[in-house]
């Protein structure tokens, strides 16, 4: 499409002018993304030492640690997958192999697309009151991951969908006919072969509840935790809250803390962002 | 197609077990509608409760937001002016650039470099807004302070240009599938008539893309609206009310969080605010999230035609 160059036009200043501009806006921000990772790295690479990783906070910026945090956002990020893809995987397959077109079909619909724009925050305020007061989980693990699952349901249901939408019709009904029931047919066929492209949906939306931040400090996840998670209602903090307190404070020492925790955290959403993008790749050769 | 399966489906159902999945997995999609009724009955019940203690007068009708002090101001419009204002200057970044970027994606590159620009930038969409928070707070506010003399260390201005960025690959990517999804017939008219390349995107392809520009640009403010770790980062913690860029503000979400972070016990007033923000923050992203969704229906019923 894009081959459809306007030959006459293509000698004119304003033309060549226009073109210029468009690239430069495409690379301004790519350009900054290499400045922001850049910052990070001069700020915080020195500060990269095991003793960092493996140490716990601390009031003297040389002595504190991310072991808490680090081990807060890999129990959260269990939990939460834990809860949230049987639920979000669950949902699609209701829409896409089950539900028939209709009201509630469409209300469904519409709602998780409603979802998906509300801001993290506002769970945030939902986790607060609804689980840790009103089933009273307390500020734990359990309360945040819970919370961390509703809000990735949407991205979960709706890359889901749409992996399972790329499974033939045809291939179902070739399993009616050898007999099979609609649950067999899901199970044994039609989610084996969609699964490359739930886990790709699935593992972004797990990158993307790693790097929240404001939903947890609503409920109420501390920002000083000298202590490893030991069960599901223990106290937690996160790496991102755990950044976040460091950037908040105003001693030099800290923001050194910061950058370096930034590091680790750029360095978690590289890994999960890989293995989709891997997995999408794989996922694209098998089918075309 | 769905009856086709379903009529077959009919004689081969073994009825108990095949019920109970069936329901199991109701429930699961149910829990979606349930999420939206639980975040508007929360906010809801809460929010009644803020409105027994504080009248609609002394929220709406004040300009100062001062609950976590002795001399007590509940006027809303101190938060939503430092939301506006971060929000607007995000929007003034990203529009142009995500539009212009858009546009070379689509219209200038080949369909290879398409297929690897468009997943970099969505690359800064991914970012975690704490990462933002730290840039705009460590690296764009002290830059900016030597151009721009009596600009505070947290300020509307840097959080706002930082936010911008963030959102800039929502507004790039989702105008770049408008723009693209321009049937290439339309081009080719264009072009034969004599227009050049330039004249064409300006007077064929962008008008036929707008409402999906338009849609991407609501999604965009939406998010602005709703971003909270860049601005509870950089834009600091005092509610007013002023459009000034380069002084310390604080937006309804960086509110949200000052409260939370402190030990404020449930069922207190000031524990009640955060929810009363929380309120009018679904109520501005959900009118904006319903006109794009509007703005895109709007499209479908275009490209019928």
Redesign the interface.
């Known amino acids: ?6 030959a ?3 000698g ?1 200043a ?2 060549r002018a ?2 210029a ?6 690379a ?3 350009f ?2 290499l ?2 990772v850049g ?2 790295f001069a ?1 915080g690479w020195p500060r990269l030492t095991w003793d960092f990783l493996s140490g716990y906070p601390s009031r003297n910026p040389q002595l504190a640690g991310i072991l808490p945090a680090l081990a807060g956002s890999m129990c959260l990020m269990l939990l939460t997958a834990a809860i949230g893809i ?3 995987v ?2 699609a ?3 896409e192999e ?4 209709g009201r509630l079909t469409s ?2 619909e ?6 998906a ?10 986790g ?3 689980f840790v ?1 009103t089933m009273q989980m307390g500020r734990s693990l359990l309360a945040g991951a819970a919370t961390l699952a ?1 809000l990735i ?2 991205m979960v ?1 709706m890359a889901s969908r749409e992996a399972l939408r790329t499974v033939p ?1 045809s291939t ?2 070739a399993c ?1 006919a050898l ?5 067999q047919t899901v199970r044994r066929v039609v989610l084996p072969m969609s699964l490359p492209g739930i886990l790709t949906g699935i593992i ?1 939306s797990l ?2 509840a ?5 939903p947890l ?4 996840a501390l ?1 000083y935790v000298a202590f490893l998670p030991n069960s599901v209602n223990s106290p937690f903090t996160a790496l ?1 809250i755990q ?2 307190n460091w ?2 404070r105003p001693q030099a020492g800290f ?1 050194v803390n ?2 370096a925790g ?1 590091i680790v ?2 360095a978690i ?1 590289l890994l999960l ?1 890989g293995t989709a ?1 891997w997995l999408r790749a794989r996922f694209q050769r098998r089918f075309h | ?6 009529r ?2 009919l004689r ?3 009825a108990v ?2 019920r109970i ?2 329901g ?10 349930a ?2 009724a ?2 508007i009955l ?2 809801a019940v ?1 929010t009644a409760s803020f409105f027994r203690d504080v009248s609609f007068a002394q929220f709406f009708g004040d300009t100062q937001w001062t609950p976590l002090f002795a001399q007590k101001h509940f006027g809303i419009w101190a938060l939503v002016a430092g939301t506006f204002l971060t929000s607007v200057i995000a929007i003034a970044v990203a529009l ?6 858009a ?9 290879a470099g ?1 297929r690897v ?1 468009k ?3 969505e ?2 969409a ?10 705009a ?3 764009l506010t002290p830059m900016l302070q030597k151009a721009i003399p009596g600009l505070a260390g947290f300020n509307a201005l840097s959080a706002g240009i930082i936010m911008g ?1 963030m959102i ?2 929502i507004i ?1 990517s989702l105008s770049e599938d408008a723009i ?1 999804a321009v049937p ?1 017939v339309l ?2 008219g264009a ?1 034969a008539l ?8 300006r007077r064929v392809v962008l008008p036929t893309a707008f409402s999906g520009i338009g849609a991407s640009v609501i ?1 965009g403010v ?1 998010r602005a ?5 860049i601005v ?2 950089a834009a600091g913690q005092q509610p007013r009310f002023t459009f000034d860029p380069r002084v310390p503000i604080e937006t309804m ?1 960086a509110y ?2 000052q409260v ?2 402190g030990d404020t016990p ?1 069922g207190t007033l000031e524990y009640r605010t ?2 009363a923000v ?1 309120m009018m ?2 109520l501005f ?2 009118v ?3 006109a794009s ?1 509007y703005l895109k229906r709007h499209i479908l019923r275009g490209a019928q035609t």
């Open positions: 499409m894009s081959q459809t160059q306007g006459r036009g293509d004119l304003p033309e226009f073109k501009i468009c690239l430069l806006a495409l301004l921000p790519l900054l993304l400045v922001l910052k990070a700020d049987p639920l979000g669950g949902a397959i209701y829409l089950y539900s028939r077109p209300l469904v519409v709602n998780i697309s409603n979802l724009g509300v801001p993290s925050i506002i769970y945030g305020l939902l607060l009151e609804l007061r509703l349901l949407p249901i019709q179902r009904e009616y007999g099979a029931d609609r649950w972004l990158a993307r790693i790097g929240e931040t404001a400090i609503t409920i109420g920002t991102p950044i976040f950037i908040s923001h910061a950058a930034i955290l750029l959403m962002n993008i | 197609m769905t009856t086709a399966v379903s077959q489906d081969c159902s073994r077990s095949e999945i069936a199991a997995l109701l429930l699961c999609a149910a829990l979606s509608v999420t939206t639980g975040i929360v906010l809460e142009p650039l995500g539009l212009l970027a546009i070379y994606m689509s219209e200038y590159a080949s369909e398409r620009l997943p970099s930038v690359v800064l991914g970012i975690p807004t704490v990462i933002y928070g730290y840039f707070l460590t690296f960025v800039l690959p790039a693209h290439a081009r080719e072009f004599g227009g050049g390349k330039l004249a064409t995107i999604i939406s609206i709703g971003e909270t770790m509870a980062i979400t949200i969080v939370s972070l449930a955060i929810f929380g923050l679904f992203t959900m904006l999230n319903v969704h």
